[in-house]
């Protein structure tokens, strides 16, 4: 029986609802339930050659493509993700964009459901949907290109630089971004693949980028993600519940002004893919890498103490009269409390592309964040992380990309249509 996932965790990755659905605990919270539209699924699920094994929730696991947001903002973190950035053929015009946003809409749904597309390739034959999503931005260059310039939310600007970057523009930007994410590797790949062929003559591949979290089940209780340095990851995340969450998240009145009202309710994505340099981090000891972020490594609770919920005590001071939380730890630079109140929804994934020529690890994070408006979110952020963050010493920003994700669709339409056909 295909499970449906509803929206809606903290975007940490913090697994809690995976895992009871992984175990089975269909009633926790009304959280996992029963899915309408999971007859293929359902089919997949029990195709099980006689054995009487089953797929476990982690497989028959949906998440409907259909709804007021799209899938893959607010889903919890799926084990896997590939961003695919596109930019349309030349000659591409606006009915050419609209057709391939109804085809792209249609079969993330469908794929979404377990079901396979016409002409498949068979390679996800035996898999469920594995929570798998497909979300969809705009980058600013497709307003242009499309004459849509009016249309354009205001905050869809090109990022300003920021010092010590070193940005690789192929792999930056784009017209448009898919971003799949699923529990399975070849769930994933399937996708993408799909996806990609459904685009043929009318946008090409600019630039892909593949990463991974932890796969549900492989702590034995509900844990935040651990980044490729080790630290706990997410835990300052706003959650859904937050009274103000969908006002930071989520594009309001004010950045649906102008022509942008069919923003409302979309967000914006910041993608940059940041280098981790490994070695180095790895020369440092435990306490002195605890001192860069303001977090103990082991349980993510803040260095003033409690555990990882605690409250970080920002104004405590050692024997020594210095502050706990040393002014340039990673929190403290990049907390709202520090920034007007800047809210990000961080859902980041980590990346291994080999190793470099000098032996180092091409790893480190993609990071991507939601927000309601990147001039009051990631912008202000980052520019104070790059003048003063402990953490800057070892990461580098090496690509980056700004996005407006529509809002989601219900059946019959597709993502994008009231910006494509208005
Ligand atoms: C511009 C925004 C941010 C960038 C870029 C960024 C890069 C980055 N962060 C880590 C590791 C951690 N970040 C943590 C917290 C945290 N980071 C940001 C923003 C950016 N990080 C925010 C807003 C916060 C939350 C602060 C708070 O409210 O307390 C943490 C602590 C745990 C957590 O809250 O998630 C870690 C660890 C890396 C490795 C990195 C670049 C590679
Ligand atoms: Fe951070």
């Known amino acids: 029986m295909a499970k449906k996932k509803q929206d809606g965790e903290n975007g940490s990755g913090l697994s809690r609802r995976r895992l009871l659905g992984a175990a089975g605990a269909a009633g926790a919270g009304g959280l996992v339930v029963g899915a309408a539209g999971g007859a293929v699924g359902a089919s997949m699920a029990s195709d099980d050659g006689g054995s009487g094994a089953r797929l476990t929730s982690l497989g028959t696991t949906a998440v409907p493509f259909h709804g007021t947001r799209q899938p893959g903002i607010t889903t919890p973190a799926q084990a896997r993700t590939v961003l695919v950035a596109y930019d349309l053929e030349p000659g591409t015009d606006r009915a050419g964009t609209a057709a391939l946003m109804r085809r792209w809409s249609d079969t993330a749904a469908r794929l979404g459901r377990g ?55 192929t792999r930056s930007d784009g017209d448009m971004l898919v971003q799949v994410c699923g529990d399975d590797a070849l769930v994933c790949f399937h ?10 003559g009318v946008a090409r591949v600019r630039w892909q980028m593949t990463g991974f979290t932890r796969s549900p089940g492989a702590t034995l209780r509900p844990m935040t993600h651990r980044n490729l340095m080790g630290q706990v990851d997410g835990t300052g995340n706003p959650q859904t519940g937050d009274a103000d969450f969908d006002a930071k998240i989520f594009i309001g009145d004010e950045g649906a002004a102008g022509g942008a009202a069919w923003a409302r309710g979309g967000s914006y ?7 981790m340099l490994l070695d180095a981090w790895d020369d440092l000891d435990v306490p002195a890498q605890e001192h860069v972020i303001g977090r103990r490594k082991d349980t993510g609770a803040p260095v003033t103490g409690g555990d990882e ?98 809002p989601g669709c219900p059946e019959g339409r597709y993502v994008g249509q009231e910006l494509l056909e208005a």
């Open 115 to 169: 079901e396979r597309p016409d002409a498949d390739g068979q390679v996800a034959l035996d898999a469920g949907p594995s929570s798998l999503t497909a979300t969809f931005g705009f980058g600013g260059s497709l307003f242009d290109k499309l004459g849509l310039a009016d249309r354009r939310p205001g905050a869809l600007k090109a990022l300003p630089s920021f010092p010590d970057e070193e940005l690789d523009a």
């Open 191 to 200: 996708a993408v693949r799909t996806l990609q062929r459904l685009a043929r």
């Open 309 to 406: 919920r605690t409250e970080p005590d920002y104004g405590r001071r050692g024997p020594d009269g210095r502050l706990v939380i040393a002014e340039n730890a990673h929190i403290r630079v990049s907390a709202p409390e520090f920034n007007r109140d800047a809210t990000m929804l961080r859902r980041g994934y980590s990346y291994h592309d080999g190793f470099r020529p000098d032996g180092t690890p091409d790893a480190g994070l993609l990071f991507i964040a939601w927000q309601a408006d990147p001039r009051q979110g990631f912008v202000p952020v980052q520019q104070k992380l790059a003048r003063g963050d402990a953490l800057s010493a070892f990461v580098r920003h090496e690509t980056s990309g700004l996005f407006v994700a529509p």
């Open 269 to 275: 994505v910041v993608v940059r893919r940041i280098r």
